[in-house]
């Protein structure tokens, strides 16, 4: 089953802070995040697996909360390069499956 | 590290024709996978694939698609009378462990 993520869409100004959560309805034993350009790829951004733990990439860091089932990804002083759309993932049986994504758009 | 490689980049083809598209994946993962993304949406598993062996196929997928990866190296899709709905950004993703690869993917419209 798909995880839900919200919000669907974000507008920063460049320097401001950003959550974007994903929940999902079922057991959660690892979260993927990946950010996607407009027009490439999604990259990989981090996984977190069951614990609890929080990890961090540059001013990106998140949370998982594998008792309400809940990732949050938080944006820390926003850079315009942050723009793009992030989706989390839940794996299961070996394969991703990924939210419907949460479009962030920085202004300068 | 040379990267994932998809081929064709846009593929713009008459319903009713068939498509095929292939993979290039880095050379030392072990698993393949192919998404389907459409405008606004995250990318929808397809299948996946072990060195060669398909390991799951989504039960969302018709029997007009088929995928192969002969010798565990590259994999091709393809898609047997397209229709509309067909028209979709293709994605294939390799990995060794948890992390995904993604490929630049190849755009398909069906007319």
């Known amino acids: 089953q798909q995880p839900v993520q919200s919000p669907q869409a974000v507008i920063l100004r460049e320097g401001e802070d950003a959550v974007i959560n994903c929940s999902s309805s079922?057991?959660?034993?690892?979260v993927h995040w990946y950010r996607q350009k407009h027009g490439e790829a999604p990259v990989f951004l981090m996984i977190l697996l069951k614990g609890g733990e929080q990890k961090g990439h540059d001013k990106i860091s998140a949370s998982f909360n594998e008792k309400k089932q809940q990732s949050s990804l938080y944006l820390t002083a926003s850079q315009l390069s942050y723009s793009g759309t992030y989706f989390c993932g839940t794996e299961r049986d070996d394969k991703i499956i990924f939210g419907k994504g949460t479009r962030l758009h920085i202004l300068p | 590290d040379t990267g994932v490689s998809q081929d064709p980049r846009h593929k713009i083809t008459k319903r009713g024709q068939n498509v095929t598209f292939r993979c290039d994946p880095i050379s030392e993962h072990n698993r393949l996978y192919w998404y389907r993304q459409t405008l606004g949406q995250g990318p929808e598993f397809l299948t996946y694939?072990?060195?060669?062996?398909?390991?799951?196929k989504s039960r969302l997928l018709s029997d007009r698609f088929s995928a192969e990866r002969p010798k565990g190296s590259f994999s091709t899709l393809e898609i047997q009378r397209t229709e509309q709905g067909d028209s979709a950004m293709y994605l294939c993703?390799?990995?060794?462990?948890?992390?995904?690869?993604f490929g630049s993917g190849t755009q398909l419209s069906v007319l």
């Open positions: 993703a390799s990995s060794l462990r948890e992390k995904l690869f």
């Open positions: 079922k057991a959660l034993y690892s």
């Open positions: 694939f072990q060195n060669e062996a398909q390991l799951e």
